[in-house]
């Protein structure tokens, strides 16, 4: 971090951070032999939304460049607002190999634009006996965790140690506990 | 003896201290008859006896210290059906069951042998967890049964006892050989002495018995992993008995990082001097252990 970027309380990523997201393209395969999850075909990034017309302008840029790349691979994009007022851009599309790197490039449209502050992070839908189970890569970071909602509020922790274990292998599992933060009412 | 799950220091320490306690009047007990010339066959006869009846009776006092009920088929169905599951799938005779009144979760085992083997859950862990947790912590306390962890560890420590009542006499050999030309008060101080030598003897003894019973407890868990088939249900139990299962938070990422780059995560730090005295290990050591089992079953 450089001065200014103390001096603004800017804080920049590691870069590490992209590569690990891609260990999700690979992982998912994986994951449905040995944890029995499968990847639903929804998946999405999540932000935090600015008020400024600049935004605006990022955003709708951000949007047509996951229209161009995905329309070629067959994905569709979900631009939407939640309660809390964050903004998701979900993608529509079985396939993990295409899904990541189209994710990915948003990301790195708003790190460009260096609003990387604003990114907080990446939701993969997979279906399990009983429900959804969702993959959540932190930006902050950089690992991806478990959450697994049951009813209104409320989670599975024994299925979330569960896929945790099962995918520590494949991938970076965030090790501390307290960070695995939810995502209620989860647009994805 | 009894084994725990979990983690409940209030519990811990009134423990050791019974057992500490204990141990300090068997040795001044015996040191007393020794140093008042009463023949050494017939004082390691008579602690003998004493160590058998602790070891046949212990569990029953503990259990009786601890306010445990025996509970019949119709008073607790589901918890005798669970437990009826268990033996039939280990191939154990059906243990007695009980219920202790007290909201701490807990769960335990009793019972010199299998024939004799006594499962006891607190009201609490039966509020706490859900079927296949419970499930998944009785079999924890079967794994006890079957590895017959009560008998090594009551031999343990009546080993350790005798350790220190050797000590003891040994030093009496040399010290007091020629007590018969001192006065009273000259006694009374190496009485005092080789009390306390033979109480370390116990007290480091006591460590290693710790040790031992930390790795038995990792071989229940392994059991109950090998016999639920779902290492992850212990897993989440023992974060819930250990009222810990707030650490997966409720807390919505997008309130809690919304514009906050400055938090910072408690670093968590255990003391590995409060390990050595534990029966149980860490938390953190137990779920790490666990994960594995859960990673290579999948496998």
């Known amino acids: 971090m450089g001065f200014l970027d103390a001096l603004f309380a800017r804080t920049s990523l590691p870069k590490s951070n992209e590569d690990k997201l891609f260990a999700m393209t690979t992982a998912a395969v994986g994951l449905e032999a040995s944890a029995g999850i499968r990847p639903s075909g929804r998946s999405g990034v999540v932000f935090k939304r600015l008020p400024a017309g600049r935004f605006d302008q990022l955003k709708k840029d951000i949007v047509d460049l996951l229209r161009l790349q995905g329309e070629s691979d067959g994905l569709t994009v979900e631009d939407r607002l939640d309660d809390l007022g964050f903004q998701w851009l979900i993608l529509v599309g079985p396939d993990f190999q295409e899904v990541v790197p189209v994710i990915h490039s948003a990301a790195t449209t708003l790190l460009e634009e260096g609003l990387g502050d604003l990114l907080l992070a990446c939701a993969f839908r997979f279906e399990r006996e009983g429900g959804a189970a969702y993959w959540i890569y932190s930006y902050k970071q950089g690992n991806f965790y478990p959450f697994v909602p049951v009813g209104d509020h409320q989670r599975d922790n024994a299925e979330e140690l569960r896929l945790a274990a099962v995918a520590k292998s494949e991938l970076p599992v965030e090790p501390i506990l307290e ?10 | 003896m009894v084994k725990r799950i979990g983690t409940d220091w209030g519990l811990n320490v009134r423990m050791f201290l019974t057992l500490f306690l204990l141990a300090c009047l068997y040795l001044v007990f015996m040191g007393a008859l020794y140093r008042f010339g009463i023949p050494l066959g017939f004082i390691i006869v008579v602690a003998g006896l004493m160590l058998l009846a602790q070891y ?50 807990n769960a335990m085992a009793t019972g010199r042998n299998p024939k004799h083997a006594l499962v006891a859950v607190t009201t609490g862990i039966l509020q706490a967890l859900d079927a296949e947790e419970l499930e998944a912590v ?17 031999m343990a420590s009546f080993f350790a006892t005798v350790a220190s009542f050797i000590v003891q006499a040994g030093l009496w050999g040399g010290l007091g050989g020629g007590y018969n030309e001192r006065d009273d008060r000259d006694r009374g101080g190496s009485f005092i002495v080789i009390f306390l030598i033979s109480a370390a003897v116990w007290a480091i003894s006591f460590v290693l018995i710790r040790t031992l019973s930390r790795y038995r407890e990792y071989s229940a868990d392994r059991g109950s992993a090998i016999i639920t088939g779902q290492p992850s249900k212990l897993a989440s139990a023992l974060l819930k008995i250990s009222g810990r299962m707030e650490r997966i938070p409720d807390s919505d990422l997008r309130t809690v990082q919304a514009g906050n780059s400055l938090m910072i995560f408690p670093a968590i730090t255990r003391g590995s001097v409060a390990e050595l005295f534990s029966t149980h290990p860490s938390l953190e050591h137990r779920l790490a252990k666990l994960q594995e089992m859960e990673s290579n079953l999948s496998r």
Do not use: C
């Open chain 1, 179 to 188: 960070r695995w933060y939810a995502l209620w009412g989860i647009p994805v």
């Open chain 2, 56 to 105: 046949y009776f212990s569990d029953r006092l503990i259990l009786l210290s601890m306010g445990a009920q025996e509970v019949t088929e119709q008073e607790a169905p589901q918890l005798h059906d669970m437990v009826g599951r268990l033996a039939a799938l280990t191939g154990l005779p059906k243990p007695k069951v009980a219920i202790i009144d007290s909201p701490v979760p």
């Open chain 2, 138 to 154: 009785l079999a924890h306390e079967f794994s006890h049964v079957i590895h017959r962890d009560m008998r090594v560890m009551a």
